[in-house]
């Protein structure tokens, strides 16, 4: 079989796809139905016994590691179908570019922790490839190269329902159900896991649902393109355990071995501890220290993540408050719930969490591009402050724990009037909906599909 060059692909797909924002689009020919070439006899044999008859439906979720918080969304929107549905359906988390394609796609991860810690470079990339024309050019000339691969990945595990939780994981899967005669059997929808702020890459029109965290980035969605109908704001998923753990202070405080009387703060390194992380430590170990009446006016939990020398270096100093050094740490629902205020960077997974545990908020930093709408997304709602400086920092939570507790207060509650706990509940229940409205048009066999391959080669 002779393949297709490059250029030849690209502009095949540029052609016959119709790049959303791209221009073109135009018709084709109907092309003939054929077996998927992925199917074995047996899975052929067993879609024809299902056609009309109850089965286990398969949810396809697309994530990747480019960050924590895709991860965490898909895990959390994982636990919760197995909650509400059990064996109704059977759930796969996967990275599809990572497992199945090759150079870009497959090294996602490496190109946005090294762009991340070149900050400037990602700002670059973040605003640049914004422009509807430039992402869709870009992504079409993947699909070109990578079109074959990525039908494999989807079809492996022949979804009823594909959930993207990535701004990169819209279009060509989308692409690959169209030219497959898909769409009416498969359901597609978007979470969106950036909280205020997001790349344009998240807004396909061509999704059945679009979950939205707040209603500016509901507003932004309109924008380019949704319709309301599509749209849904039910907030940002955050894992089952968290969100419905039931949780005293006065307990936690005991299990954890911390002081039981003393006020608490929980600064956050992140995954990586990466940040200010030290010198905010030794400036609220100054400032939470009374030096009149000689004793502490507050206690200090720190979170390091993977970062194991800042953890031993936390470790050995010498502290005059009561300290709990922690690395990376899969239960921190019991240490914000521990706590009286957080200390973080401007992420929105941590701020999620944070408002539904009632915490205040002091952000001290942000990734410029998706995480900095995230900063008045929490100040102008009165859910806590922004500062970079760790001595600013230590000063205000002296005050909250001193003389401006009213304050504080004041401020936990607003968190809790922002919080949506029950958010990925609210996107499971109403995927739910959509497969029940499919009815028997979800029940189109595999194996009477065509190869969206073909279009290339």
Known sequence: MKVASPKDSINRVFERVGVYGFGGGGTTTTTTQKRCKYAIEDEEHMELEQIGAERTKNVLIL???????????????????????????????????????????????????????????????????????????????????????????????????????????????????????????????????????????????????????????????????????????????????????IISKDDLRVELEMDAELPAVLLMGGGEGMGPVKKTAKALGEFLFDKELEKPIGQLVIICGRNAELAATLQSLDWKIPVKVRGFEKQMQKWMGACDCIITKAGPGTIAEALIRGLPIIL????????????????????????????????????????????????????????????????????????????PLSNIPYMLTSSFSSLIY
């Open 63 to 245: 994530m990747s590691d480019t960050g924590g918080g895709h991860r965490a969304s898909a895990e959390a929107i994982r636990d919760a179908f197995q909650i509400e549905y059990g064996d109704e359906y059977r759930i796969f988390v996967k990275d599809v570019w990572k497992e199945y394609t090759g150079w870009p796609l497959n090294d996602m991860e490496g190109q946005y922790k090294f762009m991340v810690k070149h900050v400037q470079l990602w700002k670059v990339a973040f605003h640049g490839t914004s422009p509807r024309w430039i992402h869709s050019a870009y992504l079409a000339a993947i699909a070109a190269f990578y079109a074959k691969e990525v039908e494999a990945g989807l079809m492996e595990y022949k979804p009823d329902i594909i959930i993207s939780v990535h701004p990169l994981m819209q279009h060509i899967p989308l692409w690959v159900l169209k030219w497959q005669g898909l769409q009416k059997k498969v359901i597609f929808v978007t979470v969106i896991t950036d909280l205020n702020t997001c790349h344009r890459t998240w807004f396909h029109p061509n999704v059945n649902r679009l979950y939205c965290p707040s209603e500016e980035v509901a507003k932004r969605a309109l924008l380019d393109g949704l319709e309301e109908s599509q749209i849904r704001v039910f907030g940002l998923p955050i894992r089952p355990t968290f969100c419905r753990a």
């Open 364 to 439: 001290n930093d942000y990734i410029p591009g998706q995480e900095k709408g995230n900063v008045p997304y929490v100040v102008d709602n009165g859910a806590g402050v922004f500062t970079r400086s760790p001595k600013e920092t230590a000063r205000i939570v002296a005050e909250w724990f001193s003389t401006k507790t009213e304050e504080r207060m004041r401020m936990s509650e607003n968190a809790l009037k922002l919080a949506q706990p029950d958010a990925v509940f609210d996107i499971v229940k109403d995927i739910h909906e959509l497969a029940c409205q499919r009815g």
